[in-house]
Every structure is written in C-alpha cells, then in structure tokens.
C-alpha cells in the first residue's frame, strides 16, 4: 500500500477531519494515530494575549480532538493514539508561555482519551520529552521514534498514559 497525503490546516476542523476520514477509508483502518503539532511563540506571559493563546492551544491541543473523533471509526481493538509530550509541561519557560499549556492541556487529555478509548481496546499515552531535540544526542529525533514505539507497543498489563523519556 502507498501513502499519500494531503497539505490541510489543522485548525480548519472540516478540512482535517475530511482528510483523516478519507485517509480511514482509503487504508480501510486506522492503527495508530500520532499528533505533534504545537505552536511557538515566544512571549512571556505578560506579552501574550489571551487569543494568541487560545490560538496556540487551538493548534497544539484542540486539533487532536479533531483528529481522534474523526480517526476513531476506523479505529479497533488495538489501535493506539500517542502523542509527543515536552518537559514545557512541568517545567515551563517564560518566554514560551503558551506552549507549556499546551503541554499540560496535552498530557490532560491524553489521560481522558484513554479512560474513554481503553473499553473498546484502543489505549493513548503522550510521551514526554525531558530534553531539547538535537541530531546525535541522546534526545536525537531517532531515539524519541524508537521511544515512543517502544511505550506504544507495551501490553495493557504495563501500559502507561504517560511515559517520560529522558535520553536514549
């Protein structure tokens, strides 16, 4: 099977629900669902406006609701939805005020997702990258995709909703 793909904003619900729909349907399932995005801007919290944060968490959090409710019904008994975490969550930097929160609002609803998801088979679990991506470091982007495999693949007796990576 070839994989295609198609350029849609993310915020635009319709448009990106459309295009995880007929990505479901052409694949015929859904397996494994992965959401990234974030947004960053760099304004302390006295600089940011309340749009401009709401923006970002529209980006960095929102769009995954978007993509779960629009993934799930191609979804079945062990699929995943995984999501990657950044230590912003738990330790915030001021001049990056929003995507902390949208860190935490992520692992948040991660939790949600796979209390809801869990009874029909289906876990999610974020990631949380304790460090700065870097080519040839212990948090090189190789070993962050060999991280989450890892935590995505682990049996329903050792899952975890969160999972923290602090290096290869």
Do not use: Y
């Amino acid at each position: 099977m070839t994989a295609g793909w198609t350029a849609v904003d993310i915020t635009d619900s319709t448009a990106f629900r459309a295009a995880i729909d007929r990505f479901g349907g052409f694949s015929g399932t859904i397996d494994h669902l992965h959401f990234n995005p974030s947004a960053f801007r760099e304004k302390d919290p006295l600089e940011l406006s309340p749009d401009e944060l709401l923006t970002d968490v529209r980006l960095g959090v929102g769009a995954l609701l978007d993509a779960v409710q629009a993934a799930r019904p191609h979804m079945q008994a062990g699929g995943r939805v995984t999501a990657t975490g950044s230590m912003a969550a738990d330790r915030p930097w001021n001049r990056a005020a929003s995507l902390g929160v949208q860190k935490a609002a992520l692992r948040n609803l991660m939790f949600s997702l796979d209390t809801t998801l869990k009874p029909d088979g289906i876990r999610a679990m974020s990631l949380t990258v304790n460090g700065t991506l870097e080519a040839g470091t212990p948090f090189d982007v190789e070993h962050v995709a060999e991280a989450l495999f890892a935590a995505s693949t682990r049996d329903d007796a050792d899952w975890s909703t969160e999972v923290p990576f602090d290096g290869a």
